[in-house]
């Protein structure tokens, strides 16, 4: 049973574009020719987007680990075929609800990070 907090997506320190942006206000500021101005600002765009491709393929291998955790805890709930509702042993009960608990902090994880990578 998984008592931990469950995979939440990483969450970037700053987003590219912000530092982009504070980047380009300070450019701005320096006389640079056309052509070299150009160049900055298509580096900078190169940046952001492979930001983004990054931050992306990390938010979707955070939801497949979430998905990857939730099917170990379903193997485990296996275990509620076996119990009887006059079971003996009734501690056997809040630790399924653990299990279902988690299944559903990993479940809203696993959305978040989906979701992360839909933002454009």
Given at each position: ?120
């Amino acid at each position: 049973m998984t008592r931990g907090s469950p995979a939440q997506p990483e969450q970037l320190d700053e987003d590219p574009r912000h530092l982009v942006a504070r980047i380009r206000n300070v450019i701005g500021t320096v006389a640079l020719d056309c052509d070299c101005r150009q160049r900055v600002n298509d580096a900078l765009f190169r940046f952001v987007e492979q930001e983004q491709q990054r931050h992306d393929r990390r938010s979707l291998q955070d939801a497949r680990q979430s998905r990857a955790s939730i099917a170990a805890l379903v193997e485990l709930l296996g275990e509620l075929e076996d119990v009887s509702w006059r079971e003996d042993d009734r501690s056997v009960f809040p630790e399924l609800a653990c299990i279902f608990e988690d299944i559903k902090r990993l479940a809203e994880a696993g959305a978040a990070a989906l979701r992360m990578v839909s933002q454009p």
